[in-house]
T-cell receptor, first 116, second 114 residues
Framework: AQKITQTQPGMFVQEKEAVTLDCTYDTSDPSYGLFWYKQPSSGEMIFLIYQGSYDQQNATEGRYSLNFQKARKSANLVISASQLGDSAMYFCAMREDMDSNYQLIWGAGTKLIIKP | DTEVTQTPKHLVMGMTNKKSLKCEQHMGHRAMYWYKQKAKKPPELMFVYSYEKLSINESVPSRFSPECPNSSLLNLHLHALQPEDSALYLC?????????????FGPGTRLTVT
């Protein structure tokens, strides 16, 4: 079974609109971390935001916020006031703390295109 | 300054060549990683170095040979590669491997094997 699911392979959004990128996860580990990365066409993987499973509040970082719904096992990324530069591939990833390898488990990604 | 640098940016090599990819970070991170990424796919972990020691080798073929000369540098030596090894190779670093901190990635090396 997929541990990280990103159901939107691609999205088109009008500039200045808010965007929600979906991510659901599957784990039985009570302690885990969730990450969002952005990858423009240049290739660099850019860390955006992190949410720990025990964090009481949703993470925010500038225009990025993480809508963390633990009971639903979802960790959607919200980008406010989208810009043309937000066009990129977005990956959701999870780390399970009981996994002694501490490896990141990646979703398949969502390609976001912002229209002018 | 969160920066990981990688050289070269692009590399074309024949199947009999020997080449090396280089990665450097000056964030004082003690964990460094090599990933391979095919087009439109997420990255696949290849190797993890923690405190300059190889911690994880994800069953990578021996034609890929990692080296960590010091805590800031990570190399990937390539020899006798196959065309299917063509991919984007990403280096990353994090504060400490076992703490599961966020990883910071370099810009990658786009490798083409002819």
């Amino acid at each position: 079974a997929q541990k990280i699911t990103q159901t939107q392979p691609g999205m088109f959004v009008q500039e200045k609109e808010a965007v929600t990128l979906d991510c659901t996860y599957d784990t039985s580990d009570p302690s885990y971390g969730l990450f969002w990365y952005k990858q423009p066409s240049s290739g660099e993987m850019i860390f955006l935001i992190y949410q720990g499973s025990y964090d009481q509040q949703n993470a925010t970082e500038g225009r990025y916020s993480l809508n963390f719904q633990k009971a639903r096992k979802s960790a959607n990324l919200v980008i406010s006031a989208s810009q043309l530069g937000d066009s990129a591939m977005y990956f959701c990833a999870m780390r399970e703390d009981m996994d002694s390898n501490y490896q990141l488990i990646w979703g398949a990604g969502t390609k976001l295109i912002i229209k002018p | 300054d969160t920066e990981v640098t990688q050289t070269p940016k692009h590399l074309v090599m024949g199947m009999t060549n020997k080449k090396s990819l280089k990665c450097e970070q000056h964030m004082g991170h003690r964990a460094m990683y090599w990933y391979k990424q095919k087009a439109k796919k997420p990255p696949e972990l290849m190797f993890v170095y923690s405190y300059e020691k190889l911690s994880i080798n994800e069953s990578v073929p021996s034609r890929f040979s990692p080296e960590c000369p010091n805590s800031s540098l990570l190399n990937l030596h390539l020899h006798a590669l196959q065309p299917e090894d063509s991919a984007l190779y990403l280096c990353a670093s994090s504060q400490d491997y076992s703490s599961g901190d966020e990883q910071y990635f370099g810009p990658g090396t786009r490798l083409t094997v002819t």
